[in-house]
């Protein structure tokens, strides 16, 4: 387990460092550092710290919040195909930035369009709450999920359809693609609170989630309350993918690549993928936003479309495996 994480974590920093030296034009990552530390307002200086620092940083956050989130719901479900949005969150976080570019607000301040996602993933996250109530089973939360879901998938089609003018609809539909380019420190700060609350109640769920895998009856007679344990996994999951979904779009695929990645290597105890499975999520978001820069499109892609691409083989081969065996061996 602990030579598991050190391998990813000493993958990710490795990322980490591609990432900052990874662009468009030519960079010097260590003479950048310098300048940097001495307070030299050089133009390498510059790019590092309003561009390419906080792109890593983004790409490390937002991919361990959904990998962790991932890990999370499918050992809460039971269901190697559950995945952060499966709350409803991000559907709503992504409504709510949508309605700052449908009211014009987006330009007015860097932090308006993050901050509306903020505020949507809330809004969604209590109302999923709200009308769950304390006794909600997994299945009811399930079930209003995909109400939530299904609501704000088409309240942000209808604010499409009645975009004003066609650039509002490329900016709605780009940013909904998901990407973590031109991002400042600013977006980092706002980002970070959230996931960081979000993960925290995560992690504590790793013995119940480890207890609820033999069961919900078996769960109660090791002292771990099952409907505590969905709140608690629900609300940290719904905060921490809000927080990551605010600043970056939506960006698919990675929740349910990561624990699967993950999985045979803690031998199938959905508490032991948790770490692990956030480790591996940065190094997939950090892993596909290096090779979107490096790809020779002439334009950079979307960082949503280059997860799909990496995560639908994935799929397509877990389930040729399931369809050969008879079984869904990876559960």
């Known amino acids: 387990m602990r030579g598991v994480n050190a391998a990813l974590g000493v993958f990710v920093a490795v990322l980490f460092v591609v990432s900052i030296a990874v662009g468009p034009?030519?960079?010097?990552?260590?003479g950048a550092l310098s300048d940097m530390l001495s307070g030299r307002d050089a133009p390498m200086a510059l790019i590092l710290v309003e561009l390419r620092l906080p792109r890593a940083l983004l790409g490390v956050?937002?991919?361990?919040?959904?990998?962790?989130?991932?890990?999370a719901m499918q050992g809460l479900l039971r269901n190697p195909l559950?995945?952060?949005?499966?709350?409803g969150v991000s559907a709503t976080a992504a409504l709510g930035a949508v309605l700052t570019f449908y009211g014009g607000y987006?330009?007015?301040?860097?932090?308006?369009?993050?901050?509306?996602?903020?505020?949507?993933?809330?809004s969604g996250a209590i109302l999923l709450l709200a009308i769950a109530g304390r006794d909600a089973t997994v299945a009811t939360l399930i079930l209003i999920g995909a109400a939530l879901n299904a609501l704000a998938g088409a309240a942000t089609a209808l604010v499409l359809g009645l975009s004003p003018n066609p650039y509002a609809f490329y900016e709605i539909g780009t940013w909904l693609m998901g990407s973590i380019a031109d991002r400042g420190l600013d977006h980092v700060a706002l980002a970070l609170p959230c996931v960081a609350l979000g993960c925290l109640p995560l992690l504590l769920a790793r013995r119940g989630l480890d207890a609820l895998a033999l069961g919900e009856e078996t769960a109660r007679g090791l002292g771990v309350d099952p409907r505590r344990m969905t709140l608690?996994?629900?609300?940290?999951?719904?905060?921490?993918?809000?927080?990551?979904?605010?600043?970056?779009?939506?960006?698919g695929f990675v929740g349910l690549m990561a624990p699967h990645a993950i999985r045979p290597l803690v031998r199938y105890r959905p508490g032991a993928s948790l770490v692990p499975s956030a480790l591996a999520g940065a190094a997939l978001v950090l892993l596909a936003d290096i090779a979107l820069r490096l790809l020779p499109t002439g334009r950079e892609l979307p960082l949503g479309v280059m997860t799909a691409l990496l995560g639908a083989p994935v799929l397509w081969q877990l389930a040729w495996r399931a369809r050969r065996s008879g079984q869904t061996p990876w559960l």
């Open 106 to 122: 987006a330009g007015a301040t860097p932090l308006a369009l993050p901050l509306a996602g903020v505020v949507g993933a809330a």
């Open 61 to 71: 956050i937002i991919g361990a919040a959904l990998g962790l989130a991932g890990a």
């Open 232 to 251: 608690l996994v629900i609300a940290g999951a719904a905060l921490a993918v809000g927080g990551a979904v605010a600043v970056s779009g939506v960006v």
């Open 25 to 30: 034009t030519g960079f010097a990552p260590l």
């Open 82 to 87: 559950a995945e952060p949005g499966v709350t």
